[in-house]
């Protein structure tokens, strides 16, 4: 039972979006810490808000499920948000770089995974996130 605070301490930072957001993004202040809590927001959608699926895409699990949601949550960051690539990390625990490789692998992905696609619109869906709907939201999404 020693063991109970210590997981509560360690859960705490991702009760919430806003928890998560203030964690993740540290020292950033202002727009910055807005973006950071967009993708934040959509990290807990695509989790549906279960605590040990947000530890999982945080942390450095490899495992096909867990990619694929990570996939998402930058994809659909990169494409309704106005998030520079380091404040998705930041939210997905990531360096920058990682999150230019998950983009491009990912464009591989959408044009070959409908079921990706789908999972991609609902958790668009569950922000609130606007649909693209100038033509460059749609080319890049056909990319």
């Not at 993004?25 to 202002?30: I, L, P, R, T, W």
Request: neutral net charge; hydrophobic residues 45%; aromatic residues 4%.
């Amino acid at each position: 039972m020693a063991d109970a605070p210590r997981l509560s301490a360690l859960m705490q930072p991702y009760t919430s979006p806003e928890a998560l957001a203030r964690h993740a993004a540290g020292d950033c202040s202002g727009e910055r810490r807005a973006q950071v809590l967009a993708v934040c927001k959509l990290l807990f959608a695509v989790a549906e808000n279960d605590f040990e699926t947000i530890r999982l895409i945080r942390s450095e699990a490899f495992d096909e499920e867990t990619l694929r949601l990570r996939r998402a949550v930058i994809w659909v960051a990169k494409l309704h948000t106005n998030a520079s690539l380091p404040e998705i990390g930041r939210a997905i625990n990531r360096d920058h770089s990682v999150v230019q490789r998950s983009i491009e692998e990912t464009k591989v992905i959408w044009l070959a995974d409908m079921e990706f696609r789908a999972l991609c619109e609902r958790i668009r869906g569950r922000t609130g996130a606007p649909a693209p709907v100038t033509r460059h939201d749609q080319a890049e999404m056909e990319l």
